[in-house]
């Protein structure tokens, strides 16, 4: 089937700094993408979304980036925080119903 | 509003046996999607329900099974538990009318023995 995967497993990042993960899909069909964050213990929370008739959309200090051409997602957070150490997940969905599939995820250890 | 309940948070069984997990979604939220979290494989989608009926299935096999209620309380069955079975099993609630984002329990993890 189609895969969502990750190229970075673990990311250590100084705080104050910003932070870019990346993220690589292969269903060109896909038209809906999802940037999740799970903590430790917890479920994955929702972080932020991208349609595919959109290149970059804001939230409160991240930003979704699309690249259809190469089939790239990446998040970025601004002046990441001991709070955003966490595995985060991209994910994507080419159907109406929530059929989504994720990668493995990429671990943001933040380093104070 | 409470979030999503999952019941039980932890269980061990042995091999060959049976489980059934439960998932409580958010009031109002009328899909329920499982997805089983591993290590290897990340997070894998079981299937969603909508209304009581399966509106999507992932690539598992029929030892994996569902339901939903008319309260749109949702079970997952796992038969002839095999070791690979060891996991977090999530479950997640959304509201179609309300959009896509999806709201996660805590999960159940599962160890097979």
């Known amino acids: 089937g189609e895969n969502v995967g990750l190229h970075l497993p673990t990311l250590s990042v100084q705080e104050g700094d910003n932070s870019i993960i990346n993220c690589a899909y292969s269903?060109?069909?896909?038209?809906?993408f999802i940037w999740y964050k799970q903590e430790s213990g917890k479920g994955p929370q929702f972080i932020i979304d991208?349609?595919?008739?959109?290149d970059k959309r804001q939230g409160q200090r991240v930003t979704v980036l699309l690249n259809k051409t190469v089939k790239h997602l990446s998040l970025q957070i601004a002046a990441t925080q001991p709070g955003d150490s966490a595995v985060y997940f991209c994910a994507e969905n080419s159907g109406g119903y929530q059929k989504v599939t994720f990668g493995i995820g990429t671990k943001l250890q933040v380093i104070p | 509003k409470a979030g999503v309940t999952q019941t039980p948070r932890y269980l061990i069984k042995t091999r060959g046996q049976q489980v059934t997990l439960s998932c409580s979604p958010i009031s109002g939220h009328r899909s329920v999607s499982w997805y089983q979290q591993t290590p290897g494989q990340g997070l894998q989608f079981l299937f969603e329900y909508f209304s009581e009926t399966q509106r999507n299935k992932g690539n598992f096999p029929g030892r994996f099974s569902g339901r939903q209620f008319s309260n749109s309380r949702s079970e997952m069955n796992v038969s002839t538990l095999e070791l690979g079975d060891s996991a977090l099993y999530l479950c997640?609630?959304?509201?179609?009318?309300?959009?896509?984002?999806?709201?996660f329990g805590p999960g159940t993890r599962l160890t097979v023995l």
């Open positions: 997640a609630s959304r509201q179609p009318t309300l959009g896509n984002e999806q709201f």
């Open positions: 269903n060109s069909a896909s038209d809906y």
């Open positions: 991208i349609r595919s008739n959109m």
